[in-house]
């Protein structure tokens, strides 16, 4: 995230979580620009979520197809690119509009340290979504329904680089939280 110092007007590029003090001495903190900058926070969905959207006898379908449909100014929902590719041959699967994309080019060596210390078997998919997490400050947290992902990248990882909470959990966890109403056919 860019920010301006308002001492000295200097472009400070703050990393996720992390306070900065700019050439003038003048402290940066990073959640108070983060609040002003961004008034949204956005979830990410997991290649799972999609998929059983699509699958109409599976328990899970209607909270997905729920999660799918949420249209709110201050919760948006998105995903990276590595996971629409990954899903892209299942021509059923409806992207809504409203979805917002993250594109990641190189994973970090930060995730791919991650990937030999922290995950045994990892997709790229996953990967993807730590990395999507850790460069975008509103990225609040991850909608999956994967236990052996979430449960490593929320406890440890994304935790450590940014200074709130991250959420993990199911969609209908999700739908739960927010208690969103919404109606699917
Ligand atoms: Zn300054």
Same mark, same amino acid.
């Not at 620009?33 to 699509?54: C, Q, T």
């Not at 959990?169 to 208690?179: E, H, M, N, P, V």
């Given at each position: 995230m860019k920010v301006t110092c308002p001492h000295c007007k200097r472009r400070i590029k703050l990393k996720r979580g992390e306070d900065y003090i700019c050439k003038c001495n003048n402290k940066i903190n990073y959640m108070h #620009? #983060?609040? $002003?900058?961004?008034?949204? &926070?956005? !979830? %990410? &969905?997991? /290649?799972?979520?999609?998929?059983?959207?699509?699958k109409k006898k599976d328990m899970r379908n209607l909270s997905c197809k729920k999660v799918l449909?949420?249209?709110?100014? $201050? +919760?948006?929902?998105?995903?990276?690119d590595v996971i629409l590719d990954e899903i892209k041959e299942n021509e059923n699967i409806n992207i809504p509009d409203t979805l917002k994309i !993250?594109?990641?080019?190189? @994973?970090?060596? !930060? +995730? $791919?340290?991650?990937?030999?210390?922290? %995950?045994?078997?990892?997709?790229? =998919?996953d990967l993807s979504l730590l990395q999507a997490a850790i460069n975008h400050p509103e990225v609040k947290g991850i909608i999956t329904y994967d236990k052996d992902f979430g449960r490593i990248a =929320?406890?440890?990882?994304?935790?450590?680089?940014?200074?709130?909470?991250?959420?993990?959990?199911? /969609?209908?966890?999700? &739908?739960?939280?927010?208690? @969103? $109403?919404?109606?699917?056919?």
């Open positions: #620009f #983060f609040k $002003k900058k961004v008034n949204y &926070l956005v !979830y %990410l &969905l997991d /290649a799972n979520i999609f998929i059983y959207s699509d449909k949420i249209k709110s100014s $201050k +919760i948006k929902i998105g995903t990276t !993250y594109k990641i080019g190189k @994973i970090s060596e !930060y +995730i $791919k340290s991650l990937k030999t210390n922290y %995950l045994k078997q990892p997709s790229k =998919a =929320a406890k440890g990882i994304i935790q450590k680089k940014s200074s709130s909470g991250f959420w993990l959990g199911t /969609a209908s966890d999700f &739908l739960r939280k927010y208690k @969103i $109403k919404v109606d699917v056919r």
